[in-house]
């Protein structure tokens, strides 16, 4: 009888420590999720905020790519070549952006 006792005693305390253990394990499978998904937002946000930046640009000037054109140019202050055409309103010296 006293070895009955002792083996249903042993038994029960396995299977509160196997209890134990998976609370255990489960609060770091939850923690370890927690951590990812901050990560993962971290990761989200900072994306999304380099894909709103714009392209990088350099400094311009309105100017007649010739003597004979009407179409006011945008023309690089670095490399003095046309990048784009200006805006419709725009003088002649009126600064803008070339891209790249």
């Not at 509160?16 to 990812?36: G, K, M, S, T």
């Not at 971290?42 to 000037?61: F, V």
Request: some cysteine; proline content about 4%; glycine content about 4%.
């Amino acid at each position: 009888m006293h070895f009955t006792k002792t083996i249903v005693s042993v038994l029960a305390v396995a299977g509160f420590a196997a209890a134990q253990a998976d609370d255990l394990d489960r609060r770091d499978l939850e923690n370890a999720r927690e951590q990812y998904l901050a990560a993962r937002d971290e990761y989200i946000e900072a994306r999304d905020l380099y894909r709103r930046k714009e392209a990088p640009t350099h400094a311009g000037y309105c100017n007649k790519a010739d003597h004979h054109s009407t179409t006011l140019w945008c023309l690089s202050r670095r490399t003095g070549t046309v990048c784009k055409q200006c805006k419709p309103k725009a003088k002649v010296m009126d600064p803008c952006t070339c891209p790249g």
